[in-house]
């Protein structure tokens, strides 16, 4: 397809201003998504952090939830950052919340601890290198299968998955200076 590619940000609960800045900082364009008739305009969408529970049930309030699942089975590349992450998964660990179930991941909710707990750690991540990421109440991946591969660990702990053309971060990459990731997924695109 010529010209730049749009880059959808879901803007129902959360993180997603930033991301949309850090989409334009790159020299993309972006763009909020709340409809479906306006996930049809954009290449591929980024899922932001938030609270995932609140998001799922606005994403079915709006009927987003099936039209998201549609355009993923069309190959549309979608990014989830911490509450992404939890709601890309076919798995959540300990819940029955509404979830996606696009990439073969098990995750662990607030598996860092609570909000007090947040941090900041340096990061290696495959392809890319090293970057600083931040934790807010952040899951983690307990368990990766089929053809999702594991591109960063905190410590022990799974931290970044990508699964084709879904890809998946327990930090938040949008609330730092740091463009690598944002950069990453565009050339997913």
């Not at 309030?61 to 709601?87: H, K, N, V, Y």
């Not at 696009?102 to 007090?116: E, S």
């Not at 707990?117 to 952040?138: K, M, V, Y």
């Not at 089929?146 to 890809?167: C, F, H, T, W």
Request: proline share 3%; glycine share 8%.
């Amino acid at each position: 397809m010529a010209g730049k590619k749009i880059i959808g940000v879901l803007a129902l609960q959360g993180a997603f201003v930033e991301h949309e800045a850090a989409i334009k900082k790159c020299g993309s364009q972006a763009c909020q998504v709340r409809k479906p008739e306006e996930l049809n305009q954009v290449d591929a969408l980024i899922i932001p952090g938030g609270e995932s529970t609140t998001i799922g049930k606005l994403m079915q309030e709006f009927g987003l939830d099936q039209a998201i699942q549609d355009r993923a089975a069309q190959g549309m590349p979608i990014w989830g950052t911490c509450a992404g992450m939890i709601l890309l998964a076919k798995e959540i660990d300990n819940s029955d919340q509404f979830r996606l179930g696009l990439m073969d991941v098990k995750v662990k909710r607030n598996a860092f601890g609570r909000q007090v707990d947040s941090f900041e750690a340096d990061l290696d991540i495959d392809h890319i290198g090293r970057t600083r990421g931040i934790f807010i109440r952040a899951p983690y991946v307990e368990e990766v299968w089929g053809e999702a591969r594991v591109l960063s660990r905190y410590k022990d702990k799974i931290v970044m998955v990508q699964q084709n053309d879904l890809l998946s971060t327990a930090f938040h990459p949008e609330l730092t200076q740091g463009l690598c990731i944002h950069r990453y997924f565009l050339d997913m695109v």
